[in-house]
């Protein structure tokens, strides 16, 4: 069966240091993976996709940045963190091949508090 | 682009009651799904249900069900014999057939069963 991991859980950083979450995805090869945020009262908002490896799209301009250097494995990063970037990080992962037709699998998600 | 509206911030239940959900979408497609995620305390993010616009039934899974009126774009859900662990937030989202598949969310309802 498929499971996608997600770490770490929580994060407090300050200001100006850099950022790195995981996610890698087991049991499935060549997945559609995603970087979503969610704010405080607020929906999810997606951030970057990928449909292979080194193949990442950004969908807002921000301070982050995503890469995929194996085919389950996809990290969101950043070289400065901003008070702005604090929230809550879910990965998510499809079936490649249309399968984001049937909807994503989650990740436990990363808060990630900058201080 | 598409959107989707949740005009319920919060709302709360009792215990065994039926609650239904509101979401309504903007889309000048005509092939796309819609999906109800469910996000308990543990903020893991868990598909309920899904409904493929092209099938005029509406979708049911065990005490979920949904009312799919098309030309309005209203896609509520109905959560029937309401149980304590149904307390959650519930996110509507959207995908459209075409594209790259990325799923847009509402913002959310957050549900409270009540004892």
């Known amino acids: 069966s498929q499971t996608i991991h997600q770490w770490p859980a929580t994060l407090v950083q300050p200001v100006g240091s850099p950022l790195s979450l995981e996610c890698t995805v087991e049991?499935?090869?060549?997945?559609?993976l995603y970087w979503y945020r969610q704010a405080a009262g607020r929906g999810l908002q997606l951030l970057f996709y990928s449909v292979g490896i080194g193949q990442i799209s950004s969908e807002v301009p921000q301070n982050l940045s995503a890469s995929r250097p194996q085919d389950r494995q996809f990290i969101l990063s950043s070289k400065k963190l901003l008070l702005s970037d604090s929230g809550f990080y879910l990965c998510?992962?499809?079936?490649?091949?249309?399968?984001?037709?049937?909807?994503?699998?989650f990740g436990s998600g990363t808060r990630l508090t900058v201080v | 682009a598409q959107t989707v509206t949740q005009s319920q911030p919060e709302m709360s239940v009792q215990e065994a009651e039926t609650v239904t959900l509101s979401c309504t979408y903007d889309?000048?497609?005509?092939?796309?799904?819609l999906f109800w995620y469910k996000q308990p305390p543990s903020r893991q993010m868990i598909l309920v249900i899904r409904?493929?616009?092209?099938?005029?039934q509406n979708a049911t899974e065990n005490r979920f069900s949904v009312n799919f009126q098309k030309a309005a774009k209203s896609f509520s859900l109905k959560i029937s014999d309401s149980q304590l662990g149904d307390t959650a937030m519930y996110f509507c989202a959207f995908v459209s057939n075409f594209g790259n598949e990325k799923l847009t969310f509402g913002t959310g309802t957050r549900l409270t069963i009540i004892p």
């Open positions: 409904q493929e616009a092209y099938k005029q």
């Open positions: 998510a992962w499809s079936a490649g091949g249309r399968g984001g037709l049937g909807g994503y699998t």
């Open positions: 049991g499935t090869s060549n997945p559609n």
């Open positions: 889309t000048s497609e005509n092939n796309y799904y």
